[in-house]
């Protein structure tokens, strides 16, 4: 038996892989890698397809340094939009948009190292009238905030917490340095505390290695993560990565492959940075992906639901929640 099959039939026994184990997929020819990933994707998760959009809740001028993000107080990016909290009518107006498309996820976003606590009142009403008017899952991205601030927020109505790890923790000093590692992991706690499902993955492209991402991934099943964002730089003039290259389709069909060995059972969720792949997500989507979002990014055009539609009908998916 092969080294890839051995590794996929000790999965379909119920047993999970160490890192030893799943390094050696980084030199395994590709697309062996990539059709055993889509066959455990089948195996576990079946044909659900897991599409949601995400809102640019608060936007601009942020306090943290990360080097990849055009919205970063530290540098001078071409973009300069900055506004606070959208209004509850904007925020459900969207909602209903994408629900009436066939979304079933909406994600709201904010810009900043955490909201305030007043901002959290504002934001849980916005949750509570999404619920009410649209219908639609509502997940969040509030930053660092704290278990009751989460408890606020899954009263209100939300279901799932998104904070991305971005990195491993080897690595994250490099890509950060307003906030730890730790206080990613401590936020997605106490979000699970809070009795929210938690979201995390992170940005492929930042000079990190394939070791870097599997201890990312690792980190995330550690935590009880059953959604892993896959986001790909798109190095922005002005920020310190903007000449970072691009990954290519390839690079990301091997990441995507290896995360799937990794948590076999959850949502490879393809994210930012999607566009710049010039099959718009489609190999990924045959090699172990199950998710993605869709419509623009927070600072970026994106891939519209439609057009993701399109693609996952003629792929066999069926979107559901995953």
Same mark, same amino acid.
Do not use: W
């Given at each position: 038996?092969?080294?890839?099959?051995?590794?996929?039939?000790?999965?379909?026994?119920?047993?999970?892989?160490?890192?030893?184990?799943?390094?050696?997929?980084?030199?395994?020819?590709?697309?062996? &890698?990539?059709?055993? @990933?889509?066959?455990?994707?089948?195996?576990?998760?079946?044909?659900?397809?897991?599409?949601?959009?995400?809102?640019?809740?608060?936007?601009?001028?942020?306090?943290?340094?990360?080097?990849?993000?055009?919205?970063?107080?530290?540098?001078?990016?071409?973009? +300069?939009?900055?506004?606070?909290?959208?209004?509850?009518?904007?925020?459900? @107006?969207?909602? *209903?948009?994408?629900?009436?498309?066939?979304? &079933?996820?909406?994600?709201?976003?904010?810009?900043?190292?955490?909201?305030?606590?007043?901002?959290?009142?504002?934001?849980?009403?916005?949750?509570?009238?999404?619920?009410?008017?649209? $219908?639609?899952?509502?997940?969040?991205?509030?930053? &660092?905030? #704290?278990?009751?601030?989460?408890?606020?927020?899954?009263?209100?109505?939300? #279901?799932?917490?998104?904070?991305?790890?971005?990195?491993?923790?080897?690595?994250?000093?490099?890509?950060?340095?307003?906030?730890?590692?730790?206080?990613?992991? +401590?936020?997605?706690?106490?979000?699970?505390?809070?009795?929210? #499902?938690?979201?995390?993955? $992170?940005?492929?492209?930042?000079?990190?290695?394939?070791?870097?991402?599997?201890?990312?991934?690792?980190?995330?099943?550690?935590?009880?993560?059953?959604?892993?964002?896959?986001?790909?730089?798109?190095?922005?003039?002005?920020?310190?990565?903007?000449?970072?290259?691009?990954?290519?389709?390839?690079?990301?069909?091997?990441?995507?492959?290896?995360?799937?060995?990794?948590?076999?059972?959850? #949502?490879?969720?393809?994210?930012?940075?999607?566009? &710049?792949?010039?099959?718009?997500?489609? $190999?990924?989507?045959? $090699?172990?992906?199950?998710?993605?979002?869709?419509?623009?990014?927070?600072?970026?055009?994106?891939?519209?639901?439609?057009?993701?539609?399109?693609?996952?009908? *003629?792929?066999?998916?069926?979107?559901?929640?995953?």
């Amino acid at each position: 038996m092969d080294y890839i099959k051995e590794l996929q039939e000790k999965l379909y026994r119920g047993e999970l892989l160490t890192k030893e184990e799943i390094m050696p997929l980084a030199e395994q020819p590709l697309e062996q &890698l990539c059709l055993a @990933a889509d066959e455990i994707r089948a195996h576990f998760c079946g044909n659900r397809f897991d599409l949601c959009t995400i809102i640019n809740g608060k936007c601009g001028r942020c306090s943290e340094d990360c080097k990849y993000c055009a919205q970063s107080a530290h540098y001078t990016t071409a973009c +300069e939009e900055s506004y606070p909290l959208l209004s509850t009518e904007k925020i459900v @107006a969207q909602a *209903k948009n994408n629900a009436e498309r066939g979304v &079933l996820r909406y994600s709201i976003v904010t810009s900043g190292r955490r909201l305030s606590e007043a901002e959290v009142e504002q934001v849980c009403e916005s949750i509570r009238a999404v619920r009410q008017e649209a $219908g639609i899952e509502v997940c969040v991205s509030f930053g &660092l905030l #704290s278990e009751a601030d989460f408890r606020k927020v899954k009263e209100a109505g939300a #279901s799932r917490v998104h904070c991305n790890l971005e990195s491993s923790e080897r690595y994250f000093p490099s890509v950060c340095t307003t906030h730890t590692y730790a206080d990613k992991i +401590e936020t997605l706690r106490a979000a699970k505390r809070a009795g929210l #499902s938690i979201c995390s993955g $992170g940005i492929m492209g930042l000079g990190e290695t394939m070791e870097d991402r599997i201890e990312m991934v690792l980190t995330a099943r550690e935590l009880g993560v059953k959604s892993i964002p896959v986001n790909v730089l798109n190095p922005i003039p002005g920020t310190p990565y903007e000449n970072n290259p691009v990954l290519t389709n390839d690079e990301v069909r091997r990441i995507v492959a290896v995360f799937r060995f990794i948590i076999p059972d959850a #949502s490879i969720r393809l994210a930012g940075g999607r566009g &710049l792949l010039g099959d718009k997500g489609e $190999g990924c989507f045959a $090699g172990g992906a199950n998710a993605a979002i869709s419509g623009d990014m927070l600072t970026t055009a994106g891939i519209t639901v439609e057009t993701d539609m399109a693609l996952l009908e *003629k792929m066999g998916y069926t979107v559901m929640k995953g």
